[in-house]
Nanobody, 115 residues
Framework: QVQLAESGGGLVQAGESLRLVCTAS????????MGWYRQIPGEQRELVAT???????NYADSVKGRFTISRDNAKNAVYLQMNSLKPEEAAYYYC?????????WGQGTQVAVSS
């Protein structure tokens, strides 16, 4: 079992930045891929960015150049730096960890972006 706890969400104006943090209950060195996804109520959850244990990253096209995912395995944490936020990016942001052939999800943190 892996518990994930997200933090860092909040209300910002368009163009501003937020940094999300997700902390895992197990060693970050044990987790294969970690990632951030977002979901608007009533819509499907979508990939934002992922990062492997070794630091290889993958981003949704819509966030490339503005968002940066990183992880600190020693702190069991993954981060999402979001710059130049847009109103349409307001959503619940979820952390996911892939560990021993299973996916684990956090409870989510809300990001609101005013125009």
């Amino acid at each position: 079992q892996v518990q994930l706890a997200e933090s860092g969400g909040g209300l910002v104006q368009a163009g501003e930045s937020l940094r999300l943090v997700c902390t895992a209950s197990i060693s970050g060195f044990s987790i294969d891929t970690m990632g951030w996804y977002r979901q608007i109520p009533g819509e499907q959850r979508e990939l934002v960015a992922t990062i492997t244990r070794w630091g290889s990253t993958n981003y949704a096209d819509s966030v490339k150049g503005r968002f940066t995912i990183s992880r600190d395995n020693a702190k069991n944490a993954v981060y999402l730096q979001m710059n130049s936020l847009k109103p349409e990016e307001a959503a619940y942001y979820y952390c996911k960890a892939h560990f021993e052939y299973r996916d684990y999800w956090g409870q989510g943190t809300q990001v609101a972006v005013s125009s």
